[in-house]
C-alpha cells in the first residue's frame, strides 16, 4: 500500500487547510492512520491519529482544539483539518500507516507506523 498526502500549501496565521491521505496499490481500511510534521531542523512529530474503528482519535498537545482527524472508510481516506493555523504549524506534513494497530486503538508512536506517504508542505505566514 501507497500512501499520498495532498493539500498542503501556502495559508495566512488563523487561517484553514485540509490535508487528505490516499492510498495505491491496496486499502487501509484495517489501518490505524496518523499525520506526522516535521519542521527544519527537527524531529519528526506526532500530530494526530485516528483507529481503523474510526472513533478513537489521539492529538497532540499543540493541535488540540485546532485539528481535526477523520477517515472515510467507503473512499479510503483521510484527512486532517487545520484550524487556526500558526506560523508554528509550518512543516511538511505526512501520512502513516499502522497495519498492526488494534481496531479501537490510535497510535501516537512513530515507530508503529510502517506505511509512510510522501509528505505535504504546510506554509503558515504570519
Known amino acids: 500500500v501507497q500512501l499520498q498526502a495532498s493539500g498542503g500549501g501556502l495559508a495566512q496565521a488563523g487561517g484553514s487547510l485540509r490535508l487528505s491521505c490516499s492510498a495505491s496499490?491496496?486499502?487501509?481500511?484495517?489501518?490505524?492512520m496518523g499525520w506526522f510534521r516535521q519542521a527544519p531542523g527537527k524531529e519528526r512529530e506526532f500530530v494526530a491519529a485516528?483507529?481503523?474503528?474510526?472513533?478513537?482519535?489521539e492529538y497532540a498537545d499543540t493541535v488540540k482544539g485546532r485539528f481535526t482527524i477523520s477517515r472515510d472508510i467507503a473512499k479510503n481516506t483521510v484527512s486532517l483539518q487545520m484550524n487556526s493555523l500558526k506560523p508554528e504549524d509550518t512543516a511538511v506534513y505526512y501520512c502513516?500507516?499502522?497495519?498492526?494497530?488494534?481496531?479501537?486503538?490510535?497510535?501516537?508512536?512513530?515507530?508503529?507506523?510502517?506505511?509512510w506517504g510522501r509528505g505535504t508542505k504546510v506554509t503558515v505566514s504570519s
Open positions: 502513516a500507516g499502522a497495519s498492526t494497530s488494534r481496531y479501537t486503538q490510535a497510535v501516537r508512536t512513530t515507530t508503529r507506523y510502517d506505511h
Open positions: 496499490g491496496g486499502t487501509f481500511s484495517t489501518f490505524g
Open positions: 485516528i483507529s481503523w474503528s474510526a472513533d478513537v482519535t
